[in-house]
């Protein structure tokens, strides 16, 4: 019930295009769900976050959807850039507390 | 990367050898964790401190002892090192329900 799966594994996306990633949950009670990037030798670091109350939130070319029936959310990245190569990860708390990880996506924008 | 430092970035040791991970902020943040990364896995957490020696356990945390006498400092222990730990090991700590974490430790045991 504290798991988190995330899909796809690797994605591969031409420049300009659309990045899809979507995650999966299983614990009504969580209350906080971030998105993590990350870069090959770096830490993750915080890229956008939503909580249930709204169903979409936007910030420049990222935008996390909320499906509160269905226990799902996904990660948009519009206009995909080769700058955004890297790896993805979606999470899940509640109250503040111990972050649950979902797998990871491994994200690749071709020229 | 919020003021987080880790100690050291890479590290090589022998199957049965200890090992001790240091992880230094510089914010006096209360809350601190200690993950690992492996392919396919995601982050996973091994121990986490709540304050000054009040520490407990995550979902990965046989073979791993923690401790924190200091707000800045929490350090991960591997008393007998096994092949199965080798990963990047990073830190993390915990600001306003968002957890921001250090640059890692890449552990390879032989």
């Known amino acids: 019930q504290q798991q988190v799966k995330q899909s796809p594994q690797s994605l591969i996306v031409q420049k300009g295009g659309i990045s899809i990633i979507n995650c999966a949950y299983e614990?009504?009670?969580?209350?906080?769900f971030p998105w993590y990037q990350q870069f090959p030798g770096k830490g993750p670091a915080l890229l956008i976050a939503?909580?249930?109350?709204?169903s979409e939130k936007k910030e420049g070319r990222f935008t996390i959807s909320f499906n509160k029936s269905a226990k799902q959310f996904s990660l948009h990245i519009m206009d995909s850039q080769p700058g955004d190569s890297a790896t993805y990860f979606c999470?899940?708390?509640?109250?503040?507390?111990?972050?649950?990880f979902g797998q990871g996506t491994e994200l690749s924008v071709k020229p | 990367d919020a003021g987080i430092t880790q100690s050291p970035r890479h590290k090589v040791t022998e199957t049965g050898t200890p090992v001790t991970l240091r992880c230094h902020q510089t914010?006096?943040?209360?809350?601190m964790y200690w993950y690992r990364q492996d392919p396919g896995h995601g982050l996973r957490l091994i121990h986490y401190?709540?304050?000054?020696?009040?520490?407990d356990k995550g979902e990965v945390s046989d073979g791993y002892s923690v401790s924190r006498s200091k707000t800045e400092d929490f350090l991960l222990t591997l008393e007998s090192a096994t092949s199965s730990q080798t990963s990047v090991y990073f830190c993390?700590?915990?600001?306003?329900?968002?957890?921001?974490f250090g640059p890692g430790t890449r552990l390879t045991v032989l």
């Open positions: 993390a700590i915990s600001a306003q329900d968002t957890q921001y």
């Open positions: 614990n009504t009670a969580f209350d906080y």
């Open positions: 939503i909580r249930p109350d709204v």
């Open positions: 999470a899940a708390s509640v109250q503040g507390g111990k972050l649950i």
């Open positions: 914010e006096n943040h209360r809350y």
């Open positions: 401190s709540y304050g000054v020696k009040d520490t």
